[in-house]
C-alpha cells in the first residue's frame, strides 16, 4: 500500500454516485421485480467506465470502481453466496429515535427517493456459502481492463469488500447456533473476495461500519460488554479470513453510519479504538471530517498506530453539499500530519461513501465532483507545507 512519500495522496471511502437509470434498476429489483441480469450487468460495467474517468479527472490518486456493479456495499453478497432467505425490519438508529421530530422529517426524506434500503435486509437462514468462485474475481477483472484500457492511471488502486460483522448484525441468523459460528462462515465466504481482490492486483478495503455503527443500533438497549465483545469476535474473524494476505495489501474503513443525523449516541472513538487497532491491516480508514467526530484525531497520537500503519484521514463530509474549501481540506490534513507524526502515512479522503446503498446519497452527483476536486486541491495546499524541499 502506498505511502505519502513527497505528497500527500488522495483517495476515498469507495461508494461514488451511482446513474439514475442504474439506481431504478436496483430499486426494481429490491422491490422484488424481475429485472433481466444482462441489462443490470451492461448498466453496471457502463457506470464503472464513467467513473473511473470522473475520479481522473477530478485528481483522485488512489480510486476504485464506485462500487457500481452493487446495489449496496454489502446487501450484493446475498447474490453470490447461499443462505440467505426472508426480510426483517431493522432497528433504526438510537439516536434517530430521540428526536421525533427530526425522525419524522428523515422518513418523509426518503419516502420521495428511488433507493435500496438497507434497513430491510435479508434473513439468514440456511449455510452460507460462496455459489461461485468466478464471482469473487469478477469485479476485480473487469476493474483491471477498463484501467488497462487507459493511458491515465490511478498512482494505486482499491476494491472494497464488508466486514463479517456488518453482515451478521444487518441479516438476522435464523441458521447458526452462535455468533461465532455465524462469523466463522461469513468470514470464511468473504475469504474468496478479499485473496481475489489482492490477486489481482488491488489493495483490499474491509468495509466495517459495524465496528461503531452497532453500538447505537443493534446493541442499542444491551450493557457496554455485550457490544465490545461482539466487536473483539468481529476483529478476530476478519484477521482470521484474511490470514493469506500480506498486511500491506489492506486497509479498514471504520464509521458510525453514513447518514445525516443528530449522532448522539455514537461510541466514542477511544473506547473501541484499542480493539479496532488489533486489526491485522496497513492502515485505517476514518472520518474527521463531520463535526461529531472530527476531535477524535487526536485519539490517534494517545494511542497510536504502528509504524507501518497510513491513516486515511476524512476530511470531506459525505452527507452535506457543502464544498469544503481547499484551505479547509489543507489545514484538516496538516493537523492530521501532526497527529500522526509523518505526512508520509497521511492521506486525504472522505468520511465515508456518497452512495452506500443504490440511490441513498444526500450529496448532488455535481456536487460530489466538486468535492473530489477539493479534495485535490486541499491535499496540494498541504503538500507545499509538508513536504518541503
Not at 127 to 151: G, H, M, Q, T, V
Not at 198 to 223: K, M, R, T, W
Not at 329 to 342: H, K, P, Q, T
Request: a negative charge.
Amino acid at each position: 500500500m502506498k505511502h505519502s512519500t513527497d505528497r500527500i495522496l488522495t483517495t476515498h471511502t469507495g461508494s461514488l454516485p451511482r446513474p439514475a437509470a442504474l439506481v431504478k434498476l436496483y430499486a426494481r429489483r429490491g422491490d422484488g421485480e424481475a429485472v433481466n441480469d444482462g441489462e443490470i450487468e451492461a448498466a453496471g460495467r457502463a457506470a464503472m467506465e464513467a467513473v473511473v474517468d470522473k475520479q481522473l479527472a477530478a485528481g483522485i490518486d488512489i480510486g476504485n470502481n464506485g462500487e457500481q456493479q452493487r446495489e449496496g456495499f454489502f446487501l450484493y453478497v446475498q447474490r453470490r453466496m447461499s443462505g440467505f432467505g426472508d426480510r426483517w425490519k431493522r432497528f433504526s438508529r438510537a439516536d434517530i429515535e430521540q428526536f421525533p421530530e427530526y425522525k419524522a422529517a428523515m422518513e418523509a426524506a426518503a419516502g420521495t427517493k428511488v433507493a435500496v434500503s438497507n434497513f430491510a435486509p435479508p434473513k439468514v437462514t440456511g449455510a452460507i456459502r460462496y455459489l461461485d468462485p468466478a464471482l469473487a474475481a469478477s469485479e476485480a477483472i473487469e476493474f483491471k481492463a477498463a484501467l488497462a484500457a487507459r493511458k491515465q492511471h490511478f498512482t494505486e488502486a482499491f476494491l472494497t469488500a464488508p466486514s463479517p460483522g456488518i453482515i451478521a448484525a444487518a441479516c438476522k441468523n435464523e441458521f447458526y447456533d452462535t455468533e461465532e459460528a455465524y462469523l466463522d462462515a461469513l468470514g470464511e465466504a468473504l475469504r474468496m473476495e478479499y485473496e481475489a481482490v489482492v490477486a489481482n492486483g488491488f489493495v483490499l478495503q474491509i468495509d466495517c461500519p459495524d465496528l461503531a455503527l452497532e453500538g447505537h443500533v443493534s446493541f442499542h438497549d444491551e450493557p457496554d460488554a455485550k457490544y465490545m465483545a461482539f466487536i473483539e469476535r468481529v476483529v478476530n474473524a476478519i484477521n482470521k479470513a484474511t490470514r493469506n494476505i500480506p498486511r500491506d495489501r489492506m486497509r479498514m474503513h471504520v464509521c458510525w453510519g453514513n447518514y445525516e443525523g443528530p449522532h448522539t449516541c455514537d461510541v466514542p472513538l477511544r473506547k473501541i479504538w484499542p480493539v479496532i487497532r488489533q486489526t491485522n491491516v496497513g492502515g485505517f480508514v476514518l472520518p474527521f471530517a463531520n463535526s461529531r467526530h472530527a476531535h477524535e484525531i487526536k485519539v490517534l497520537r494517545e494511542m497510536p498506530m504502528a509504524d507501518d500503519q497510513v491513516l486515511v484521514a476524512g476530511v470531506i463530509d459525505t452527507v452535506n453539499n457543502f464544498v469544503e474549501h481547499p484551505e479547509t481540506v489543507a489545514d484538516r490534513l496538516e493537523r492530521a500530519a501532526r497527529e500522526i507524526g509523518d505526512p508520509s502515512r497521511v492521506m486525504g479522503g472522505t468520511d465515508c461513501g456518497f452512495d452506500s446503498s443504490a440511490g441513498a446519497g444526500r450529496v448532488a452527483n455535481d456536487v460530489v465532483w466538486a468535492k473530489m476536486r477539493s479534495l485535490s486541491e486541499g491535499a496540494k495546499l498541504a503538500s507545499e507545507r509538508l513536504f518541503k524541499h
